[in-house]
């Protein structure tokens, strides 16, 4: 694909990210950016004269060089260069993003900071958001947790009080309206806690109302494909596509739905598909591989993957399984994830033990498996699918009872979220402590892979977990102080 036109570039140049937030309507007043804004309004600009970098070049030129031949990673260094070149990287955010070429499939770095926290959900209440400690001291305003309602715009059509979050991809949250249990109509709310944006979907309802089903979606930098073409060229940074996949009677369709033209497509059929309903409904946390060519899902022990551009399924795959160790909840024992060069990986927790003076004791282990191979062989899973035997090769484990504290009577470990960018897997840890044995807590963690290190990142933290990370304009945005 051929680079950025200069001249182009400096003529599209738009005001910048801080500015256009603040005179969209839509949330202009919300969002974790505005919150932000408005903890900084107050400090003392730098002058211009203040962030000289000793170079003749004009900003045009030093933009054109960020969005032409820089990836997120190095945007980041050079924001820590100096101040003027900080002032650029941060207030022409949204310009930068939108000209940048494609860097995927790029290099193999996670980036940890993008993450901003998670969403917090106990059974019907409301999603609440709550902050990393990194994130906390980038948004030092952000006190009590705020519902999901506090951070996108008003909407008499919306009721996030008693919403579910189904997907959660960089910087989108798709959230369904909750509707009842023979209701198959269905209706999404596409938001943007950053910038306090919210998108009502048409509901699919009638005959074109579904029962259970997958969900994902796909944000503008994911329109571009690993070899440099685009299917479809993004009008705005803020476009964004949200793919379903639901069981017909006789096959498994798929609907999408384009911010750009505003509605839903037709009704399409998943070719070499064999997802029943039962499976259906045990759908979760999708992941995007190969730059947004190919979407998988977990239903049970099997991964089910499907071709975004030709809407053909993948060969079923069981996950990683092993006999001897004792997996700590079958249900929520095992994600999916993705390197940052889009191969597809298994994180699973796992509780091994080993025998010391006729003693045994056990341990609690995380481990991360890649395919080696496409396998070989067959196997069902309850009825629904007919999946391919693949092989799992184990990449590295890490022990997690070495980063629990001191008198801790661990009984169950869930695995909530994987965060494609930053390389984050949110856990709960549930059970009591020695000297309080009254208290059962679930905190949660984050294993970030990039340092192979475990981190305690809330207190008390029981329900689901929904892992929310920036998109990359409000994440460069953020970077101002």
Known sequence: MPRANKRACVASRQPSAGAAADANPRGGDRGLLSVRRAATSRQPRSRQADDDDGTWFPDEIILFIFASFLDLADLVRCAATCRRWRRLVSSEAAFICRNRTPQWPGNDRFLPPVVAGFFHQRDDEEPRFLSTPAACRRFPALGAPPPLSALVEDGSSVDLDSCRIVASRNGLLVAELRRGKNNRALKLCVCNPMSGERHVLPPLSGKDGVGHYACTVLTADECQHDDGTSSITPPSLSSFRVVVVYSRRTFTATRRYSSADGSWGAEAKVDDAHVGKKAMGLM????????????????????????????????????????????LDSDNSTLLGTTRKGKLFAVQLRRPFRVELGKRIETIELSVLTLSNNGAGYAGYGGAYVGRIAKWEEKFKIRVDQFLPDGALTTKVKLQWFCEKSGLVFFNVSGWYVGDPGQRRSDVYALSFGTRSIQKVATNGGGKIYGYEMDQAAYLASLSH
């Open 284 to 327: 979760r946390n999708g992941v995007v591989a190969r730059g947004g060519r190919v979407a998988y899902w977990l239903a049970g022990e099997t991964v089910f993957g499907m071709h975004l551009d030709t809407l053909v399924a993948t060969s079923p795959m069981k996950v990683p399984w092993s006999e001897e160790r004792e997996v």
